[in-house]
């Protein structure tokens, strides 16, 4: 998680900074909130483990058949719009701009709730697949399948013409993988690696034409390079612009809602006016990237979320901490506090109620699992 962040610092190097703030207090903060957020993750420290305990096993197999249910439905439901979007003549910056602008390539119904909603355990998922394939006698094809239900938040994604699928769940698999290394055979690893690799290669035949014809703008290859190393850096640069811009005293004017909105907003207002808001306030784009932490300093006071950041990484520290013997309740935790910081390179991305009630329901799964005090 780190080295992502330093590789998108890095490429900040690549930006032209004629209007970019940068400051050693803007630095400081973002660094250290950032450890904050990464630091119960480091004190997991997967390397001890020796035991990931379940009791119920009977429950993670219906969970788990549940799971795999609802990804088949998902690639039914979201089946024809994916071939029309790989298949249109438009571009794929067509279709994307056609959609912000309101056109909805998919039925919006009961059905579509629920598979959306599903959607959003995809890192449990993997999870699940992991501890049935090394734990349990599933037959290879169940947790083939389990694997398969995993993916159905990209071509989830993926109706909306968005690449983030891709990345997120490649993202999840590799920080599910490390946490089950101790308890993979070499051959077993190389299989798992084998198959990523595979899995990767089918991602990047959407990924690539997806990338290239949103910045290929003018047609020029160099171009597309670039766009996407000034993608990959601008989020330490606007983060900055941010931290000195953004007015804490006006702050009140917004609301915590609006990154947990599952407790409802405080006034109705639409994207474009509070774009507007944002712009005539600070004078600053309100949808720009900026990591996670940006995301939370457009609502909450750097100081409120210095405050709630030390008391997170202090709480959760304290519950996720590995004598070597965990349950699985405890995995399933640490995998969604490392969704905030892993997911959250680009910007917080949680901020929506079907992510609220997945949070929730990652909680309810934690509890469930979790087996005795001292593990």
């Known amino acids: 998680m780190i080295l992502l962040y330093i590789i998108s610092m890095l490429s900040g190097f690549f930006l032209k900074i004629d209007h970019n ?92 709730y629920i598979v959306t909603l599903y959607c959003q355990f995809y890192p449990i998922v993997i999870v699940f697949y992991f501890y049935s394939k090394i734990f349990m006698d599933n037959s290879k094809f169940f947790n083939r399948l389990l ?17 983030d699928g891709f990345v997120l769940w490649s993202m999840s698999y590799i920080f599910a993988f490390i946490i089950f290394n101790n308890f993979m055979t070499e051959e077993m690893k190389k299989h798992e690696k084998r198959k990523l690799k595979y899995l990767i290669i089918i991602f990047l035949l959407i990924f690539i034409p997806i990338t290239v014809s949103r910045f290929s703008l003018d047609g020029n290859r160099y171009s597309v390079i670039f766009s996407i190393i000034d993608y990959l850096g601008q989020q330490f640069s606007n983060f900055s612009q941010l931290y000195y811009s953004v007015s804490e005293s006006l702050l009140s004017e917004t609301s915590l809602k609006e990154i ?49 950041s030390l008391l997170y990484s202090f709480i959760f520290s304290f519950i996720v901490k590995n004598k070597g013997y965990v349950s699985l309740g405890k995995v399933i ?43």
């Open 333 to 375: 935790l640490i995998t969604l506090l490392a969704q905030i910081p892993l997911h959250g390179l680009f910007y917080y991305n949680m901020a929506y109620i079907v992510c609220n009630f997945y949070m929730i329901g990652v909680l309810i799964l934690s509890i469930i699992f979790w087996r005795a005090k001292n593990i």
């Open 260 to 308: 947990f909105p599952i407790f409802g907003k405080t006034e109705e207002i639409g994207n474009i006016d509070r774009y507007k808001y944002f712009l005539n306030l600070f004078d600053i784009d309100l949808y720009i990237f900026s990591t996670f932490i940006g995301s939370f300093i457009k609502y909450v006071s750097k100081s409120g979320l210095l405050f709630v």
């Open 147 to 163: 694997l398969f239900a995993s993916t159905g938040y990209i071509i989830n994604v993926l109706s909306g013409v968005g690449r």
């Open 21 to 112: 703030k940068y400051g050693i207090g803007a630095s400081l903060y973002f660094f250290f909130t950032i450890m904050l957020f990464i630091f119960p993750i480091i004190k997991f420290n997967s390397t001890k483990l020796k035991e990931i305990v379940l009791l119920k096993r009977n429950l993670f197999n219906i969970i788990s058949y549940a799971f795999i249910i609802l990804g088949v439905f998902t690639y039914i439901f979201f089946f024809k719009t994916a071939f029309f979007i790989l298949t249109s003549s438009q571009s794929f910056l067509a279709l994307r701009s056609n959609m912000v602008g309101g056109e909805v390539y998919f039925f919006v119904n009961i059905f579509y």
